[in-house]
């Protein structure tokens, strides 16, 4: 019997979404990042902003792929009303994990899927993070690492930094950056999953 799914875009070039899609059974047709202007609009909560993200992904890559599932996602970390975007940038780093280090936060991941008929469905998971006191010689060593770099909140939770979480509320895979409770829902209302 002929596969009659529609086919299914990943907007993102993030290699850890494309394995935890992996994870649902399915492989993504084609994958086509959406390059976006991801700069805060002023005032701008964590959480809308990364639905807002993740929807305009969705929306830039449907255009260019008619007939086609698109899912778009983004995941942010935030310190109370503070986003702690992806960063690049060794000091900026040192001052998120410091920030972090002994408290909690929050991980926001919304995912948004555009089915065939160009119809938008949204999900958003958001997970509690608490981090271990860190001391100087561990941010160090961190970041001498290089594991940081393009993180949002400058930590991957499924690398290194897992070893000073203390406590987890919440979706691990939406922490790694797809949460897929959220994502099986989607992809099964877009006829990709049954």
Known sequence: MADTRPRLILASSSPRRRELIGRLGIEPDAIDPADIDETERKG???LAYAKRIAAEKAALVAARHEGAVVLGADTVVAAGRRLLHKTDDEAE?????????GRRHRCHSAVTVID????????????????????????????????????????????YAESWVRMLSGSYSGVMGLPLFETRALLTAAGILG
């Open 44 to 46: 701008e909560l964590p």
């Open 93 to 101: 780093a040192r001052a998120f994990l410091k920030l972090l280090a």
């Open 116 to 159: 065939a008929a160009g119809f938008a469905r949204h999900r958003i998971s958001s997970s509690i993070i608490a981090f271990k006191p860190l001391s100087d010689a561990e941010i160090d060593a961190y970041l001498a690492g290089g594991e940081w770099q393009g993180k949002a909140g400058a930590y991957a939770i499924q690398g």
